[in-house]
């Protein structure tokens, strides 16, 4: 199983004091200084309308070159964390062209990152929707940020619920079109984003997603969005107080609501890694998630750590209730101190809690649901979500043989010949029975030469084990047009779409639903990406 889905929570860098003290020199206790740096105390909690107040102040009162540098600083920095990019830039040139008693200071190195970060930003399109700015810069991205709109909007009725935190201004979502830009904008590097398959992170005040479409079968976006999203709500309402480990366990936690009521973090996957982990004594330590999963030695530690932190959460909530995860965020508030905090809320310290939430999963009896699970990180396409052969996919089949079957499979399905690649997709499951590749691949020839109850059979089991895998559920929507079934498929081509919106059969389908049901406006919308995919597709042949 490819770790994709994964967001991430990097900490801000705190700036440096914005005074003269910052350089060597006393600090004079005076308005400016203490507007400068109470700006940077907001920046460091997220109040970002408050510091961009203090910044205009601060430079209406700015006098001597060294004061107007520090005016200038902060209000870049404003600027970048409310997205006006092209501000950004300029009041970071003026803050380095600053004389500072003629040395460079220390913080004018996050000035030249804005400079050179605004110059690699892609030229980006808006959809707007009542509460968010989601932004795209590759045309065929305009299909995430329509679909993007709804899942948004409902993360921030139904996260917002389980958090009590609503932010006032518009959330700024940011779609990336490529690998460099999405690491030159979040600082990320590129090697720890393809071996640990992270394509989202929650910083500089905004939502910073890799577009889908580079990867060859898409990964979960809509719950990374409502992953990162929820990561933006623990930054305001902790005023930036809450660990790394913490933090991405409330948004494994959550990343679910917009869709589900029910919050459940032991998916099959993630009890099968636990059971195994825990067994074998290899848990991932606190410690060392910090200060980022993204940067976890592999795929599987980092997917292991959001299981930990996700569980941890969830037994904090069936033992304390609702109000024991708002209350634990009310407390960091005030404390500052996570162990201090769940103290608070708990009555138990913190290796007390580790050992009762150890405890609480013992309890749950583990297994491995999935034996021999797999667990890597991402490939970058440059097919841009393109439909291909299906042979790049066999790279990711380890056993050769059930590789050389499955690739018969392959031909023999290409020639209309669907017994004989049955014959030989159900070889190669004898020399590797738990790839989800090879099954779904069976079930869509078994279910092309008629034997569709076989094929539910082989897929319905699937689907629980492996809800991310997009071919799965196209499989099933293909099964449930011909049964009749249109609820169903409805249902599977929206989860298809929730994992790779690129593909056109999904939306020839949805198309033909709506509108054998009169759901002109809907209807509507599926022809208008179909029109979009299909520009694109003749710009590239």
């Known amino acids: 199983m490819n770790s994709t889905g994964i967001a991430v929570r990097i900490i801000v860098p705190l700036l440096l004091l914005i005074s ?18 109470d700006g940077e105390t907001d920046i460091r909690k997220w109040n970002i309308s408050g510091a961009s107040g203090k910044a205009d102040t601060a430079i209406g009162l700015a006098e001597t070159d060294e004061e107007k540098h520090d005016a200038y600083y902060l209000k870049a920095v404003t600027e970048y964390y409310r997205g006006n990019y092209g501000a950004a830039r300029e009041y970071a040139e003026k803050a380095l062209k600053a004389v500072r008693s003629g040395e460079k200071g220390e913080g004018d190195g996050f000035m030249e990152f804005i400079q050179n970060s605004v110059l690699k930003k892609p030229a980006f399109n808006e959809v707007k929707s009542e509460h968010f700015t989601i932004r795209y810069a590759n045309p065929k991205d305009y299909i995430i940020a329509e679909y993007g709109k709804d899942v948004l909007e409902k993360s921030r009725f139904e996260i917002g619920l389980d958090l009590e935190e609503y932010p006032g201004d518009p959330v700024i979502v940011e779609i990336y079109p490529d690998l460099e830009s999405f690491t030159a904008a979040s600082t990320l590097p590129p090697e720890n984003v393809e071996k640990t398959g992270v394509v989202g992170i929650c910083k500089f005040n905004r939502i910073m997603i890799l577009s889908p479409r580079l990867l060859p079968k898409g990964y979960s976006w809509s719950d990374t969005l409502a992953h990162e999203y929820t990561h933006y709500l ?20 959550e990343e679910s609501r917009w ?33 980022s999963l993204a940067l976890l030695d592999s795929a599987r530690e980092a997917q292991l750590a959001f299981a930990q932190a996700g569980t941890s959460v969830g037994f904090l909530v069936d033992r304390w209730g609702n109000e024991g ?55 970058i396409s440059n097919t841009e979500g393109q439909k291909g052969d299906g042979s790049e996919d066999l790279v990711d089949i380890d056993n050769g043989k059930a590789r050389g079957h499955t690739r018969l499979g392959d031909l023999l399905s290409t020639r209309g010949r669907l017994r004989g690649a049955s014959y030989e997709y159900e070889k190669a499951l004898g020399f590797d029975p738990g790839s989800p590749l090879i099954s779904t691949r069976l079930a869509s020839a078994l279910h092309g030469s008629g034997e569709t109850d076989r094929a539910l059979g082989i897929l319905d089991p699937l689907i629980e084990f492996y809800p991310e895998n997009v071919d799965i ?48 406006e809907e209807a509507e919308k599926e022809r208008k990406v179909l029109d979009i995919l299909t520009q694109k597709d003749e710009k590239h042949e």
Do not use: C
Not at 26 to 37: F, S, V
Not at 234 to 253: C, D, M, Q, R, Y
Not at 273 to 281: P, V
């Open 20 to 37: 003269s003290a910052a350089y060597g020199a006393p600090a004079q206790e005076n308005d400016l200084t203490r507007l400068l740096q």
């Open 325 to 379: 995860l708002v209350g634990l965020l009310d407390a960091m508030k005030e404390r500052d101190d996570y162990k201090a905090a769940l103290a608070d809320v708990t009555g138990l310290d913190f290796d007390a809690f580790y050992g009762s939430w150890k405890k609480y999963l013992a309890g749950k009896n583990l297994t491995e649901k999935i034996p021999g699970v797999k667990v890597k990180g991402i490939r």
């Open 234 to 253: 623990i930054f305001l309402k902790s005023e930036n107080t809450v660990p790394v480990w913490l933090h991405e366990g409330i948004a494994k936690f």
């Open 259 to 291: 869709r589900e009521e029910k919050r459940n973090v032991l998916s099959p996957f993630y009890e099968t890694i636990l059971a195994q982990a825990l067994e074998k004594d290899e848990l991932v330590p606190i410690e060392k998630m910090h200060p």
């Open 473 to 520: 559920h196209l499989v099933l929507g293909r099964i449930y047009i011909g049964q009749g079934n249109v609820r169903k498929a409805e249902e599977s081509y929206l989860a298809a779409v929730s994992i790779n919106p690129f593909d056109p059969e999904v939306h020839t389908a949805l198309a033909a639903i709506y509108e054998k049901e009169g759901r002109t």
